[in-house]
């Protein structure tokens, strides 16, 4: 089994919606499941950069001041296990219009109430579940 750490971030707008990814059809794990973006820690590098390096990739942004959210231990059965570093960011109307996603299938942004009708992991709807309590009242 791999052991891998993994960084993701949770993009929420004005309105509490999140950004969500969602998965090409040829991944190799949850192929065509929503999640968030982000993905794996490299070598030698922080979760902080990791993070930012993986939005430049996916969404052709640069990510300014990403908050660290938590940390959270992740198990995918017989293929890898580690750290799930997550991280949260509040963005702007204008922030939101230079957007481009070049990873994925699709992306949108949603509310939690429509993310929970979405095809998602078990690991990821508690993160978006922690998420939701830190967005909304603080905790």
């Not at 490299?42 to 938590?70: C, G, M, T, W, Y």
Request: aromatic content about 14%; some cysteine.
């Amino acid at each position: 089994m791999k052991i891998q750490d993994f960084t993701n971030i949770v993009i929420y707008d004005n309105e509490n919606r999140i950004l969500m990814q969602k998965r090409c059809s040829k991944a190799k794990i949850y192929p065509n499941y929503w999640g968030l973006f982000g993905g794996k820690i490299e070598k030698d590098e922080s979760h902080r950069q990791a993070i930012v390096r993986e939005i430049k990739e996916e969404l052709d942004f640069s990510l300014d001041n990403p908050i660290f959210a938590f940390e959270t231990p992740y198990f995918i059965e017989e293929i890898a296990k580690g750290n799930w570093f997550v991280y949260t960011y509040k963005m702007n109307d204008n922030e939101k219009k230079i957007l481009r996603l070049l990873e994925g299938e699709d992306w949108g942004w949603h509310s939690f109430s429509e993310i929970e009708k979405l095809k998602i992991n078990d690991d990821m709807r508690e993160v978006l579940k922690k998420i939701e309590n830190i967005i909304k009242y603080g905790k």
